[in-house]
């Protein structure tokens, strides 16, 4: 087991989730910004901290917006607990390690830079004078925007989304049919993978929104679940589909791990999709012929285990063997019964029935 912690990006994702409007911290940070002072404020408190912290008083008090506010009125840094929920000292001088680089010119940033790397806890810093929040997170600097800008952005990006998804309907439902007919080329494949990745992106960024948004996002989260509804685990299932049939052998996660790689411009391009599942990068690699497992269609079947799925798709060894498999056949693989059997098989037919008549009418 890895006893590695969360990263810097992760944290910095847990800190802006506790910053986000409609949070006690948050309304304190608002009225520090309302009330024209600066602050800077550690999220963590342990001999790190304490070993760099000169002057000041004890608290322990419980965490208040109204409290935060009038503590940041004095000189010095306030020091609250991990959570956010106690304000453990205030007015306390820091003083980190002169030699960590910082990039920072103000005063307070490159103190709240230092002591975010020498500590590795988080930093928010109110700037006086330039108004911003800003956080630290070992080497990461975040500043927060506002949320205008932000919902703003979400829409945009939402839009954008809209698009990509009704793109990667249109390829995914046409592999479908292609799958069916045993027609599949190496174009078709990447088209879909394209779309998925394209979808994975946007999508997480528009998450990264909603976080940063808090009670404001709530609209943009429910419209995203609806945007990615019905996508799932899609991009695994492709991958394994189409695993090992390109010259080079690269796992699922290889595959995908490539594609998250790969720049904007890069994955526009096809070729470079297919390089990511193991085939020649060269254009005509992309009309090779390709035949799938068929762990996607499975995958569409109702209450079908991916372990059952699995064993159906080692049993019968290719996808048509498994389409025109009886129920008599299927339930010769251990765990499948015989209504399991008919579940399949009626699946199968109908996600057959409605491919073929969606590419054709």
């Known amino acids: 087991?890895?006893?590695?912690?969360?990263?810097?990006?992760?944290?910095?994702?847990?800190?802006?989730?506790?910053?986000?409007?409609?949070?006690?911290?948050?309304?304190?940070?608002?009225?520090?910004?309302?009330?024209?002072?600066?602050?800077?404020?550690?999220?963590?408190?342990?001999?790190?901290?304490?070993?760099?912290?000169?002057?000041?008083?004890?608290?322990?008090?419980?965490?208040?917006?109204?409290?935060?506010?009038?503590?940041?009125?004095?000189?010095?840094?306030?020091?609250?607990?991990?959570?956010?929920?106690?304000?453990?000292?205030?007015?306390?001088?820091?003083?980190?390690?002169?030699?960590?680089?910082?990039?920072?010119?103000?005063?307070?940033?490159?103190?709240?830079?230092?002591?975010?790397?020498?500590?590795?806890?988080?930093?928010?810093?109110?700037?006086?004078?330039?108004?911003?929040?800003?956080?630290?997170?070992?080497?990461?600097?975040?500043?927060?925007?506002?949320?205008?800008?932000?919902?703003?952005?979400?829409?945009?990006?939402?839009?954008?989304?809209?698009?990509?998804?009704?793109?990667?309907?249109?390829?995914?439902?046409?592999?479908?049919?292609?799958?069916?007919?045993?027609?599949v080329t190496v174009r078709d494949v990447a088209s879909v993978l394209q779309r998925l990745e394209m979808v994975s992106r946007i999508s997480r960024e528009i998450e990264q929104y909603a976080v940063e948004l808090g009670v404001d996002g709530r609209l943009i989260s429910l419209q995203l679940a609806e945007l990615t509804g019905g996508i799932g685990n899609d991009r695994e299932l492709v991958a394994r589909d189409y695993t090992g049939q390109g010259g080079a052998q690269r796992s699922p996660s290889e595959v995908l791990a490539c594609l998250g790689r790969l720049s904007g411009p890069d994955l526009l391009d096809l070729a470079q999709v297919a390089r990511c599942m193991g085939f020649s990068a060269q254009s005509d690699a992309l009309d090779t012929s390709v035949s799938p497992c068929g762990y996607r269609l499975l995958g569409k079947v109702p209450r079908l285990p991916i372990a059952v799925a699995t064993r159906l798709i080692i049993h019968f060894g290719t996808l048509q063997a498994l389409l025109a498999a009886g129920v008599g056949d299927l339930t010769q693989v251990d765990g499948v019964g015989e209504h399991r059997a008919r579940t399949i098989r009626e699946g199968l037919s109908r996600l057959a029935e409605t491919s073929i008549l969606e590419r054709y009418v």
Not at 39 to 52: E, F, K, P, Q, S
Request: glycine fraction near 8%; charge should be negative; hydrophobic fraction near 40%.
């Open 1 to 183: 087991m890895s006893n590695e912690g969360p990263t810097d990006q992760e944290v910095l994702r847990s800190v802006i989730a506790a910053i986000a409007p409609g949070t006690d911290l948050r309304d304190g940070l608002d009225r520090i910004l309302r009330g024209r002072t600066g602050a800077m404020i550690v999220l963590g408190d342990d001999d790190a901290v304490t070993a760099i912290s000169t002057g000041g008083f004890q608290l322990d008090i419980e965490f208040s917006a109204t409290r935060l506010r009038e503590l940041a009125k004095m000189d010095g840094a306030i020091v609250l607990d991990r959570a956010g929920s106690k304000i453990v000292r205030a007015a306390t001088q820091l003083v980190p390690d002169p030699t960590i680089e910082t990039r920072e010119s103000g005063t307070r940033h490159r103190t709240a830079e230092r002591v975010a790397k020498q500590t590795r806890h988080p930093v928010v810093s109110v700037s006086q004078s330039m108004a911003i929040v800003a956080i630290y997170v070992g080497d990461v600097r975040y500043v927060l925007e506002d949320s205008g800008q932000i919902l703003a952005r979400s829409n945009q990006a939402l839009q954008t989304l809209e698009r990509y998804r009704s793109r990667f309907d249109e390829v995914a439902g046409s592999l479908s049919a292609l799958e069916i007919e045993d027609l």
